[in-house]
């Protein structure tokens, strides 16, 4: 007698690879919040030599994953839809480490949360996308948040810095609509070029000066974890996934990087930010869940 086991081959599958790097890429976006507290300088020289390192970092998979950018590919920065993400890229990093800097951690990650709701808006106004009702749903929730949040800051001296995250939520969205108008238009190049471009506009407001070694070995895991590690990990496991499964565990961004210098620098979130990033976070799953649900029904029918 003979006995039959299905044993699974060793190995992942690439669904399991793909959930592997999207986490790992949630979790370096996640520690922004602690690099920026643990940086002894000021913001300007923060938004420049951050993108620095962020920028030669990217360098790397640009030449050497499959193949590198072409020349065309390079020469897309030259593009309006390419001069508008150049733009918007630099504008989002200059706001990013602005609101980390004059506002608190939890603030600045449940607006940015806000993001697709605001590209959703975004695709209506400029491309005439419909917006579906759940979404509308998710994306008023998510506004009562933010107003909440906001509203909690005037006159406490965090309404510039929440200002500053609403100007880098709002840039973002455009990173993510400016593809759908020129599909052809590939990301990477004005990524690179913006880095670049951050460092020459905002470096001479700073003081390369004041940064110690400490500072400079922060400064370079800030850019090359945060900025560039991340993406690429993120771009990588999202191929191999439905989007809104990516989507969905990319929410963990929301929690945990106010948990993390909560655990660390003792940064308790203001109870205005836990009652607004309540609804932005119910919002978010309830709204990423759907289309979870929605992929994997089209999946099974097909």
């Known amino acids: 007698?003979?006995?039959?086991?299905?044993?699974?081959?060793?190995?992942?599958?690439?669904?399991?690879?793909?959930?592997?790097?999207?986490?790992?890429?949630?979790?370096?976006?996640?520690?922004?919040?602690?690099?920026?507290?643990?940086?002894?300088?000021?913001?300007?020289?923060?938004?420049?030599?951050?993108?620095?390192?962020?920028?030669?970092?990217?360098?790397?998979?640009?030449?050497?994953?499959?193949?590198?950018?072409?020349?065309?590919?390079?020469?897309?920065?030259?593009?309006?839809?390419?001069?508008?993400?150049?733009?918007?890229?630099?504008?989002?990093?200059?706001?990013?480490?602005?609101?980390?800097y004059t506002t608190s951690v939890a603030n600045v990650a449940v607006i940015y949360a806000t993001a697709p709701f605001i590209a959703a808006l975004l695709g209506w106004v400029l491309l005439k996308e419909r917006v579906g009702s759940r979404t509308m749903i998710a994306g008023g929730a998510c506004l009562l948040g933010v107003i909440i949040i906001v509203a909690s800051s005037i006159g406490g001296g965090t309404g510039f810095g929440d200002l500053l995250a609403l100007g880098m939520t709002a840039s973002?969205?455009?990173?993510?609509?400016?593809?759908?108008?020129?599909?052809?238009?590939?990301?990477?190049?004005?990524?690179?070029v913006s880095a670049f471009l951050t460092l020459a506009i905002f470096s001479p407001f700073g003081s390369v000066g004041s940064i110690d070694t400490y500072n400079w070995v922060v400064l370079a895991a800030f850019g090359a974890t945060n900025f560039s590690i991340a993406l690429v990990l993120f771009l990588a496991g999202a191929r191999r996934m439905p989007p809104a499964e990516a989507a969905l565990i990319g929410t963990m961004e929301i929690v945990l990087t106010p948990f993390w210098v909560w655990l660390f620098f003792a940064e308790q979130p203001p109870l205005a930010t836990l009652l607004g990033g309540a609804v932005i976070v119910a919002a978010v799953v309830w709204h990423t869940a759907g289309d979870l649900r929605s992929s994997r029904r089209a999946l099974a029918k097909g």
């Open 172 to 192: 973002f969205a455009l990173i993510i609509v400016i593809p759908r108008i020129s599909p052809g238009v590939p990301s990477l190049p004005p990524t690179i």
């Open 1 to 100: 007698m003979s006995l039959h086991t299905d044993v699974r081959p060793l190995g992942l599958s690439e669904h399991e690879k793909g959930v592997i790097l999207v986490v790992a890429a949630t979790l370096a976006w996640s520690a922004s919040g602690i690099y920026s507290r643990l940086l002894s300088i000021d913001a300007w020289t923060t938004i420049a030599w951050r993108s620095l390192f962020g920028g030669l970092f990217l360098l790397i998979p640009s030449f050497f994953l499959e193949g590198g950018l072409s020349r065309k590919q390079w020469a897309s920065i030259f593009h309006p839809s390419g001069i508008a993400m150049i733009a918007c890229q630099t504008f989002c990093q200059a706001c990013f480490i602005g609101a980390l």
